[in-house]
Structures are given as structure tokens and as C-alpha cells.
């Protein structure tokens, strides 16, 4: 099966790209390089993982063709920071404060205008052995970003960039390098979205990040992939962390007909600290292939790999995970989780663990384990009041948590919530969009939410608002509007109970003020935002900015 693999994607083509982009010899001898690799690696190199390459069995490639000159986009999405469409870059919107302080250019721009800034990162990218697949990014980008973070630059805002295909059997693959220079600081999401779902109309979206992290340089980095079933999503993300730098990598994988994520961590400086946090939700027939690998080099340095998924219907998700530890990276830390929950006898997912240690002087941990869900936590849950959907419902989120709320901001953190639950109930995902509907850039804007019929006094109604999830309450003929969800554990508190001015939790008993927000007893401790309401004729509105 490898060599039918896209063997369409030629050399010839690599070289158009080449010519195309006007690009200087030594780059086209690097994605030369990149193409040989990709024609003769087999898909998985260990022999641990060697039976579980068959990802792409029954889908059709053969009518995909790389995108070798895409045209110049415009776009006026005023909130997106960076925008790719259908391989080429739509647009850079930096906030004024940062023009001039960082460097954020198309890659090929970048060549030429930053050669002695960017070429170190291409040689050190192909001294690398790298998956398969990102052998065919660095030879087939058509587009790309170079973003430079100068010495001691800390960027307080998330920079959003999205890159969007939606265009069917093409292929375009993006390739970004991130460099960071010492005790510098960025926040960055990542999204992945996509126009269509005809499943006769395959396309495939490659991307490849190169992260390099100098001494004591900070790195949130989030990717949220929202694709439509027509889309292959091939993704790589290499980290290179120096002495004392810390790197959060979360991704979200949410979507798509197929999609190949490898992640590649190298601990190189001493006390470098990596994580890679990921969460999988698959329905109908979707399937996941992730990868991870983790290589200590430096002293007391710590790795951390944890992946949580759901899987329903006939979906699919394969772990494949190698923390390593070479011989002169004493007193390092190393853990790797993959934990998959299944729901229904046609979903499946396996989890393949590696550790590979060559010296004494470490801390190495593992845990895996594949299961659907305990009877006896549903049996529990409907004995305090919920049918059988809530209660698989709470039992899924409150298993996804430990890392969804590790996502860089309370707003990205209840957009995947409110995606997971559109999952579960079959609701559209692939137009879900992270902003708030009415809301302008500055001021307060009032959405309708309900009527005053629907909520009569002494009620409780849960209403949902863009991504977020209310409780509106009536309290002698007042109406309050709150988070929906407790903030102890996920829980619709419109399914709790309603005294006086509190509402308690129907699964742990935390009570809350409705007026107030503030959390009255324990487990919870953290308060329910508070959201300003107006109330005009029949109609009832809420300001969710």
C-alpha cells in the first residue's frame, strides 16, 4: 500500500512549487531531500507501531493533486490575527502595539528577507528523521508562516490563526516555523476549519509546525481541528526546547474524514519542561492516528504526554506514544497517558505505549487503558435524577476536563465544551465559530435568549448563547442570568434545584447565589460569572461581552 500513496505527488511537482515561489537553490534542495524521504519511509519506522499503519485503508487519494502556485487572497476578518485559505496566505492582522516589535512573515517572504534568521531552522529540521508525512510537508508547502519573538518579548493576548481549505481534491500543506528567542513569551491558537462535507470530494490538508524555544522562553500553544468529512488532515508539530524553556502544546481533535497527527518533542536544554496535552471526539466514521514522541536530552528535564478520547459510532483512534530518555539526561521526568472511552460496540481505539530508557538516574511513567463506561457510574447518576443520555453525558465530560481546562482561556475552554456536546447530539460542528454572535470589538450588546412565558417565576432554564451555556433563573419576577455550569465539575445546573436565591448542583449538592455568582459550599469554591440582563416587553436579553 505505501508505494500508492499519493505517488502522484512527483518530483516534477516539487520542483514547480520551487519555481513558482522564485525560491534559492538551497531550498529547493531541501524539499528534494524532504521528497526522497517521503517516497521511501514507510509510514511507521518502530516496530512497535509497524502493524497499526493502515489509517488511510479505503480512501481514495488518487485524484488529490498538490496546490504548486496558489493565488494571493484578501479577506477583511477583522478578529482572526492570521488567515490561510486553500494553501496561501489571506491575511496578517497584528495589533498595533506589536508592529515592529516582532517579526510575523509569509515563509517564503521570509527567505528572502531573513535568510540568516530562518535558514538555521530548515538545516536543523533536516538533520531530523521526522514521520513520513512531514517529509511530504517540507517538500510539497505551498504557504507558510516564519513568526520571530525577540529576547524578552512577552505577548499577553492569544494570537488566533486560522487556516481554512475549501476547495475539494487538492492538497495543500502549510509549513510554519516559531522561533523564540531567550525569556521571551507567546500565546497562540491554531484552527482548522473547512467549507463543505461531500465525502465523494476528498481533499488534504497538511500543516507543519517547527517550534524552537530558547532559554527560558515560554510557549502556549493550542490547535483546535474542526474539519468536515471530506478533509485527510495531516498534521506535525517538532519542539525544540532549551535550557529551562517550557512548552504547553493542547490540541483539540474534533473533526475530519481521516487525520494523522505525529508530535515530536525534544528536550535539548537542561531543565526544559514539555507537555503535550490531547483530546480526541469521534463520531460516525472518523479516524485518528496520533503519534508522540518524546526525546530527553538535557539534564532534569521533564516530559509530559496525556490523551484523552471519546469514540462513538463507528469512529476510530490509534495512540501511539515513545517517551525516550538518553544516556546523559539523568534526573529527568517522563510520563505518557492515553486513556479512550468507548461508546458502542462499533467504536474502537487502541493505545500503544513505549519507553525506551538508557539511564538509571530518571523518573519514567506510563498508563494506558481502553474501555466503555462503567454501569455502575450510570447506575449511580440516575439514582440522583438523570436519565441515561445526561449521565453518559456528564460521565464524558467530566472525563475530558483535566484537559480541556488546561486550554491557554476560559473562552477556548467552553467553545470545545459546547463542540464536545454538539458531537454528542449530532448538531452541526463544521460552521462553529469562536466568536460571540452581537458582540461588537467595544461595548455591550444584548442577544435574545428566551421569553418571559418561557421562564415563569420560581423557574430554572438553561439556554445556550454562541459558546457559552446560561442559566437564566426567576426570582420573585427578576430575572438573573449566570454561568450554566458548575464550576466544580460539568453539570447543567438547569437540571438542579431552585431555593430562594440559590440553585444546587444535582450531582454534588454545591450551591450557589443566583444573584451573586458566589459558590456558598463545597466541592465548588470558584463562582458562577454573572451576566447582565434587560428585559423588554415579553422578550428577554442577555449581554454575554
Not at 538508557?358 to 447518576?381: C, E, N
Request: net charge negative.
Amino acid at each position: 500500500m505505501q508505494a500508492q500513496i499519493l505517488s502522484q505527488f512527483s518530483e516534477e511537482k516539487v520542483v514547480q512549487i520551487s519555481e513558482a515561489r522564485d525560491e534559492p537553490r538551497w531550498l529547493l534542495d531541501y524539499r528534494l531531500a524532504a521528497y526522497r524521504k517521503f517516497r521511501d519511509a514507510p509510514i511507521e519506522k518502530h516496530v512497535l507501531f509497524a502493524k497499526y499503519a493502515d489509517f488511510l485503508r479505503g480512501v481514495d487519494l488518487s485524484g488529490v493533486w498538490p496546490v504548486t502556485s496558489p493565488q494571493k487572497l484578501h479577506t477583511s476578518e477583522k478578529d482572526i490575527t492570521i488567515l490561510q485559505k486553500d494553501g496561501a496566505l489571506a491575511r496578517i492582522n497584528l495589533p498595533e502595539w506589536l508592529v515592529g516589535k516582532i517579526i510575523i512573515a509569509e515563509i517564503g517572504d521570509a527567505v528572502n528577507q531573513y535568510p540568516d534568521l530562518i535558514r538555521p531552522h530548515f538545516v536543523t529540521t533536516a538533520n531530523g528523521t521526522g514521520d513520513k508525512f512531514t517529509h511530504l510537508n517540507d517538500a510539497f508547502f505551498s504557504s507558510g508562516l516564519f513568526i520571530s519573538i525577540p529576547k524578552g518579548l512577552e505577548i499577553k493576548d492569544t494570537l488566533r490563526r486560522t487556516i481554512y481549505q475549501e476547495l475539494s481534491r487538492i492538497g495543500t500543506f502549510e509549513k510554519t516555523v516559531i522561533s523564540m528567542d531567550e525569556t521571551s513569551r507567546l500565546s497562540l491558537l491554531t484552527e482548522f476549519r473547512s467549507g463543505g462535507s461531500s465525502t465523494n470530494e476528498i481533499s488534504v490538508l497538511g500543516s507543519s509546525t517547527e517550534i524552537f524555544l530558547g532559554s527560558d522562553a515560554k510557549l502556549s500553544y493550542s490547535e483546535i481541528q474542526l474539519l468536515g468529512n471530506n478533509v485527510v488532515a495531516l498534521l506535525n508539530k517538532r519542539i525544540i526546547g532549551g535550557a529551562d524553556s517550557h512548552g504547553e502544546l493542547s490540541s483539540g481533535y474534533l473533526g475530519g474524514r481521516v487525520t494523522r497527527s505525529v508530535t515530536e518533542m525534544t528536550l535539548q536544554g537542561p531543565g526544559s519542561h514539555l507537555e503535550d496535552l490531547e483530546i480526541v471526539v469521534g463520531s460516525g466514521d472518523e479516524r485518528f492516528d496520533l503519534g508522540t514522541i518524546i526525546t530527553h536530552k538535557g539534564v532534569h528535564t521533564k516530559g509530559i504526554v496525556d490523551v484523552k478520547a471519546v469514540m462513538k459510532d463507528r469512529s476510530s483512534m490509534t495512540l501511539k506514544g515513545m517517551n525516550k530518555i538518553e544516556e546523559q539526561a539523568r534526573n529527568s521526568d517522563t510520563f505518557l497517558g492515553g486513556h479512550a472511552i468507548l461508546l458502542g460496540n462499533g467504536a474502537r481505539a487502541n493505545v500503544i505505549p513505549g519507553l525506551e530508557i538508557d539511564t538509571r538516574q530518571v523518573k519514567a511513567k506510563h498508563s494506558a487503558a481502553v474501555a466503555q463506561i462503567d454501569p455502575d457510574q450510570i447506575f449511580y447518576l440516575r439514582s440522583r435524577g438523570l436519565d441515561e443520555d445526561s449521565a453518559i453525558q456528564l460521565i464524558v465530560a467530566g472525563f475530558l476536563e483535566p484537559i480541556v481546562s488546561r486550554f491557554q482561556s476560559e473562552d477556548l475552554q467552553e467553545q470545545l465544551r459546547e463542540v464536545i456536546r454538539r458531537k454528542w447530539t449530532g448538531e452541526e460542528v463544521l460552521n462553529f465559530q469562536n466568536e460571540d454572535p452581537g458582540v461588537a470589538q467595544n461595548g455591550m450588546i444584548f442577544e435574545k435568549v428566551a421569553e418571559i412565558s418561557d421562564l415563569p417565576e420560581g423557574k430554572l432554564l438553561g439556554v445556550d448563547v454562541g459558546k457559552k451555556h446560561l442559566l437564566l433563573s426567576n426570582i420573585g419576577g427578576t430575572i438573573y442570568a449566570t454561568g450554566g455550569l458548575c464550576t466544580h465539575e460539568v453539570t447543567d445546573l438547569a437540571r438542579g434545584f431552585l431555593g430562594g436565591n440559590t440553585v444546587t448542583c444535582p450531582l454534588h449538592l454545591s450551591e450557589f447565589d443566583l444573584k451573586t455568582g458566589e459558590a456558598l459550599n463545597p466541592p465548588a469554591t470558584d463562582p458562577l460569572k454573572i451576566y447582565p440582563v434587560k428585559v423588554e416587553g415579553n422578550e428577554v436579553f442577555v449581554a454575554v461581552s
